[in-house]
């Protein structure tokens, strides 16, 4: 960190400081050195703790009027709707809230791989990202099931089976999961109590993430190393806090046109039908934005090879800071992974549209071919097209190539020496 | 020289006594916070059903729910079940005779858990390539003996302990 020592004006201010030195985090958090250079795909960080509070906030509230029952769970949401003021505006806030957080986190992550935020020396900021990533999943699956209606029951079903798929275990962790021999009360009751828990462990995996960011600081569009304090960086506030504030603003406007307009387009109407054990619906899917991860699943037709690729699809992501053999940071340097970067991005898109689809046929075929492909991003083209390409020449510093009238050959510098 | 030895074993043996302690201890308060969330004796206390079985003809089918898990019993024609065993072994991903999936002498009930064993769904009757069950949600095909036939299902549907009390009701559990 570059920070300059902080001392407090005021007296009280000192008294305090030296005791906890809150003030000089805070002066740490208003001065923190950020790229110039920073665009818009950098505002998601911010848009995401937004999302983060409003779901702990709107989830604290649905909590003192929901019952975790399985007979009293479906009724308890209507009630919500119909009955507890504001009830209806706050559910759709949360439920929709869900899927805006993994739009954002989605863009995020996209955000990080096309700009190689995740190269050294910023790994860890990464894999502590991806911990987030895991834990919203599983809170966002466990708190679809709260409803109790029929996507619920048999989302969860289907996914507390996975783990039936491990050898000799599978079927004792699969009860011990359930509490009974199917999805039943126990159930619900665990994932309630879960999904309450696990947004917190959420915040405080955010401030080990934001932590570890600054201590390298932020990586930039052209991805090089800065001199901070410098003319390449502004203090964070208040350049940084007013573009988060705006972006964040536009990003209000889509969610409340979800939650205002069409609150209930992201989920499945199946949903309103409450749980029934002895009939499962005719085509299940998941939330959209598990659906890649789905797609993977039902691509492989042997169960536990299914399971395997699917947790693998996830776990390889940790492994990316050492699969990507180039040094060079931003793919704006990397002509030949900026395509396959966006194949790569079409392949997901491409996966979460199958996932959504029947599995068969054409669709099937399709799912298969994307799963290989997903894999072979990671596995061979990031490998190998880090070593074979060449990058083009890295500008010495955000403002040299702005200074320098046209292109200036000594200003650019090789990318591997200096970088 | 040998004194130091003696004084490092000592220690050696203090730090590796409290470690051990220390461990047990921790088990045993883990494993409480574990096993709390195994079935608990409310659920374990459903673990039997009767049906009666008196109103069912031959060819029909009806689903109860056992232990939470619906459960299929179907009297089948004697066309199905010459059918059921006419099938090659080498056929089936999950070899199993037909024989051996009811109770000798009451050869025309099949009684077995309505659960995919893919992912836990519940397969729909009369509906797939093989005359049996197909479970919608990843397209499993089962056969008229509630074997897997094609799909991701690994094994056949299983059988339930059960019994036939008398010629009228089945127990299941």
Redesign the interface.
Known sequence: MSDQEYTPKSKAGKWFNDRLPLLTLGAHLTDYPTPKNLNYWWTFGGILTFCLLTQIITGIVLAMHYVAHADLAFASVEHIMRNVNYGWLIRYIHSNGASMFFLAVYIHIFRSMFYGSYKSPREVIWIIGLLIYLLMMATAFMGYVLPWGQMSF?GA??I???F?AIPLVGESIT??????????N?TLN?FFSLHYLFPFLISGLVILHIWALHVPGNNNPIGIDLKKPSKDTVPFHPYITIKDAFALLLFMIIFSGFVFFSPNVLGHSDNYIPAN????????VPEWYLLPFYAIL?S?????G?VILMFGSIFILFVLPWLDTSKVRSAVFRPMYRYFYWIFVVDVLLLGYMGAM???GIYLTLARIGTIYYFLHFIIVLPVVGLLEKTDPVPMSISAPVLSSGADPALAKKDYDKI | MSKEEKKINRRDFLFTASYTVGAVGLGAVVWPL?HQ????KA?QALATTEVDISQIEPGQSV?V?W????VFLKRRTEQEITEARSVSLQDLPDPQKDEDRVKKGKDEWLVMLGVC??????PLKDKGDYKGWF?????SHYDLSGRIRK????TNMEIPKFEFVDNNTIKIG
């Open positions: 048999w079903t289907v507390t089976s996975l039936s009860t011990w999961l359930w509490g009974a021999y199917s999805v039943d126990p665990r054990p002895l009939v499962t619906p005719a085509h299940i039902r492989v037709p042997d169960k536990l299914g029947p599995a068969e | 574990v969330m195994n079935p608990d659920q689903t729910l232990r939470g898990k619906p064993t893919h992912l836990g769904c519940v479970c919608p949600c990843h397209g799909g991701p299902a690994p």
